[in-house]
Each structure stands twice: as C-alpha cells, then as structure tokens.
C-alpha cells in the first residue's frame, strides 16, 4: 500500500532545513540565492562599510604605533572603536 504523503515527503514540504542536505536550496520564487536581486534600503551598507573603514583603520594606526615602539602616542593610547 503507497503512503499518501510520500510525494510532500519527497519534496521536502513540512519538514524542517537540514544544512547537511544535498541539492540545491530553494527561497521562494524559485531563487536558488537567498540575497540575489536588488536590495530596497542600501542605505545600511554603506553605514556598515563605514563604521568598518573606521575600525580597521584604528586597528592599523596602532599596530603602526605598536611596531615603531610608539607605545605613548594617542595612536596606540586612543580607544580601539
């Protein structure tokens, strides 16, 4: 005797992500990318990208200090953000 449910088991309906799963994954509309189109508000992007450029560059000014032995310049005492 068929299961009547084997096709939605087939097809994946009602059973949770399996991140070891083979295949292609599927989110809605049939796109196989999660993030692929264009973006409504690139306005967050460019505050993230911002504040990273920040960061990595306090990172470098005190690794630059730290390298030349600078250990009581504001570059090396200033707060890392």
């Known amino acids: 005797m068929a299961d009547p449910n084997f096709m939605q ?3 994946g309906r009602g059973q949770s992500f399996n991140p070891f799963g083979t295949g292609n994954k599927v989110y809605g509309s049939g796109r196989s990318m999660p ?3 264009p973006t409504s508000s690139p306005e967050g992007y460019a505050e993230r990208d911002k504040k ?3 960061r990595r560059n306090a990172m470098l000014r005190r690794l630059k200090a730290t390298q030349r ?3 009581m310049s504001s570059d090396y005492l200033t707060p890392r953000s």
């Open 52 to 54: 990273a450029k920040a």
């Open 69 to 71: 032995g600078r250990y």
């Open 9 to 11: 088991y087939v097809q």
């Open 35 to 37: 993030n692929l189109g």
